[in-house]
């Protein structure tokens, strides 16, 4: 009794000087955190692992000096201890992983990706995420591997388990190939910089955004807001674009089918005016042509660039929408008309008001339920415009 009384002394003792530490570093780190920001974020990181740690060491000093070395009369104390000794090693891993991406996440403070130049920030914050996830498996990896060996039978079998590695290697390889090409995938494309986490992609002919790169796989948020996850292995062996490899910018085309007594030059002037109100286009290409006049209809095609691709599409459908009002209002004799030719009472057939080549290409390209995704990929045609407002 006198000795499970001292073990309850011990313990209210540890439990005690646990919240008195728990207390001075609370402290200690809100008056840092008042002028250093990194202090509160490592105060809210390690909390629980520090205070853990603390309790766990504190128990274990309380009973290993108060439960005597007597094997006879308390058989059970090298089970506890070792009990002890395994749950410090968790313990402590965990706080060693919370450390490593608190250090590895103060240095993504410095690169911000909420800029319109952000190609490196988005590099750096791809490689630091894989760096984050590796450093995380390789420090479970080696607490795992810590609390194995102080069971004694592990090692006693290491020798054994070292002697035959070399096969042990071979059959693993052949058993995980798929999982390890998933794995050095994920690697190369961390520090490759082919995708980094943001970029605009069209994958499988959908566009999107890369949302998160892992080990394994690559999760791309569509325009719509689904979810396509993709292999890692699938960017290293497939083509696709990068719509923002090297920079943010991107060019556009806005096309018009329009008859022949359109005034290029009036629409030229008007486009000018339409660019100057909005703040999506960022000023470097303001250009109108007439790249084809066939089969009644003259072919006018608009480029604009803006800064990144949410902001090309927003401004395609502005031109897009502007220069349709500024045609009805002032010019209604550029729409796009029909034209039939009465021979003796009798109607020849009209010409198509589709031209043949946009057509061809339009359905070879996309299917039915990819129609709407090919308004972000493809360029925009009045064709979209119900013909009740052309």
């Known amino acids: 009794m006198d000795i499970l009384l001292r073990l309850l002394v011990a313990i209210g003792f540890a439990l005690l000087v646990t919240a008195a530490a728990a207390l001075v570093l609370h402290l200690v780190f809100r008056a840092l955190a008042r ?8 105060s809210r990181r390690t909390k629980h692992p520090t205070r853990t740690m603390l309790l766990v060491a504190l128990l274990w000093a309380a009973f290993a000096t108060t439960i005597p ?13 070792h ?5 410090t090693i968790g313990v402590g891993t965990w706080l060693a992983c919370e450390i490593a991406i608190f ?3 103060l240095g993504l403070h410095r690169y911000r990706v909420d800029v319109p130049d952000n190609r490196v920030a ?3 914050r791809t490689q630091v995420l894989v760096l984050r996830r590796l450093t995380v498996a390789v420090l479970v990896i080696i ?35 798929s999982t390890l090409g998933h794995v050095f995938a994920g690697m190369q494309l961390a520090f490759s910089g082919s995708i980094r986490v943001d970029d605009v992609v069209v994958v499988e002919q959908q566009w999107g955004r890369i949302e998160e790169i892992t080990l394994t796989y690559v999760v791309v948020h569509l325009w719509d807001d689904r979810r396509f996850v993709l292999p890692s292995t699938y960017f290293t062996s497939t083509p696709f674009e990068n719509w923002t490899r090297t920079n943010s910018e991107l060019l556009g085309a806005v096309e018009f089918d329009l008859d022949w007594r359109v005034r290029p030059g009036d629409m030229r002037v008007e486009l000018e005016q339409i660019l100057e109100r909005t703040d999506l286009w960022d000023r470097r290409v303001q250009v109108l042509q007439v790249t084809d006049a066939v089969q009644g209809f003259v072919h006018v095609r608009v480029l604009v660039t803006a800064h990144d691709a949410p902001s090309l599409f927003d401004l395609r459908c502005y031109v897009r929408e502007e220069l349709v009002a500024w045609i009805q209002r002032t010019h209604p004799d550029a729409q796009p008309v029909q034209r039939v030719l009465v021979v003796d009472g009798a109607v020849a057939e009209p010409r198509s008001s589709r031209r ?10 996309f299917t039915p339920g990819q129609q709407d995704g090919a308004l972000f990929t493809g ?12």
């Open 143 to 177: 607490g795992v591997g810590a609390i194995l060996l102080t069971f004694p039978g592990v090692e006693a079998a290491g020798a054994s388990v070292l002697a035959s590695a070399g096969l042990i290697s071979v059959i693993a390889g052949l058993a995980a190939q």
């Open 122 to 124: 988005r590099r750096i």
């Open 103 to 105: 250090l590895e996440s």
């Open 69 to 81: 070395h007597d094997v006879d009369a308390y058989p059970w104390r090298d089970g506890v201890s």
């Open 35 to 42: 002028r250093e920001r990194w202090a509160a974020v490592l």
């Open 83 to 87: 009990t002890f000794l395994i749950v």
């Open 356 to 365: 043949t080549a946009s057509t061809a290409s339009s359905s070879a390209l």
């Open 379 to 390: 360029p925009i045609q009045t064709s979209d415009i119900p013909r009740s407002e052309r």
